[in-house]
T-cell receptor
Framework: DAGVTQSPTHLIKTRGQQVTLRCSPKSGHDTVSWYQQALGQGPQFIFQYYEEEERQRGNFPDRFSGHQFPNYSSELNVNALLLGDSALYLC???????????FGPGTRLTVT | GDSVTQMEGPVTLSEEAFLTINCTYTATGYPSLFWYVQYPGEGLQLLLKATKADDKGSNKGFEATYRKETTSFHLEKGSVQVSDSAVYFCALSDRSGGSNYKLTFGKGTLLTVNP
């Protein structure tokens, strides 16, 4: 049973560029949430997708956008990258709106 | 809004010592409470959870009890091992106010266990 997978593992981008991160949920899960974890901090909720729609959003600017595909996989897009966007981006999945979420290994984004 | 406050780290213990990591929360509704663990270079793993007052979550020798009267969910383990060295996060999930189970995390506590 495959768990949550994310790609790529690491990414280095330059300020002003755009980046796309990908997530495949755990088998049988249809809801995907994205979190940003800055170094030494706890994860912060970015947004949540269910039935291909954004259902909830945290306190992040519009530069952060996402998408969910019919197979429940998801993308996180960040435009106009800032140095402060450097972080570990975590994807979590659940079966519907459940409090138990399973996390992937994350994508480490470095903005230079 | 919802918030989680957990004990500042780092915490350094010797093997077989007793562990307590304090966690308190503020929530508008009646949240579920969690402890997640993050090993170096990895994502988060759910360690244990509790969904209502006086529930005790337990896993791998770790325990935490949902205390509604003190809004706390302290993590304990009677005898830590070197392999328990990791960062521990307390978190809550609140369904009230249209919040569809988004997780709110504390800042994390780094635990180092020496042999």
């Amino acid at each position: 049973d495959a768990g949550v997978t994310q790609s790529p593992t690491h990414l280095i981008k330059t300020r002003g560029q755009q980046v796309t991160l990908r997530c495949s949920p755990k088998s049988g899960h249809d809801t995907v949430s994205w979190y940003q974890q800055a170094l030494g901090q706890g994860p912060q909720f970015i947004f949540q997708y269910y039935e291909e729609e954004e259902r909830q959003r945290g306190n992040f600017p519009d530069r952060f956008s996402g998408h969910q595909f019919p197979n429940y996989s998801s993308e996180l897009n960040v435009n106009a990258l800032l140095l402060g966007d450097s972080a570990l981006y975590l994807c979590a999945s659940s079966m519907g709106f459940r409090d138990e979420q399973y996390f992937g290994p994350g994508t480490r984004l470095t903005v230079t | 809004g919802d918030s989680v406050t957990q004990m500042e780290g780092p915490v350094t213990l010797s093997e077989e010592a007793f562990l307590t990591i304090n966690c308190t929360y503020t929530a508008t509704g009646y949240p579920s409470l969690f402890w997640y663990v993050q090993y170096p270079g990895e994502g988060l793993q759910l360690l244990l959870k509790a969904t209502k007052a006086d529930d005790k979550g337990s896993n791998k020798g770790f325990e935490a009890t949902y205390r509604k009267e003190t809004t706390s969910f302290h993590l304990e383990k009677g005898s830590v091992q070197v392999s328990d060295s990791a960062v521990y996060f307390c978190a809550l999930s609140d369904r009230s106010g249209g919040s569809n189970y988004k997780l709110t995390f504390g800042k994390g506590t780094l635990l180092t266990v020496n042999p």
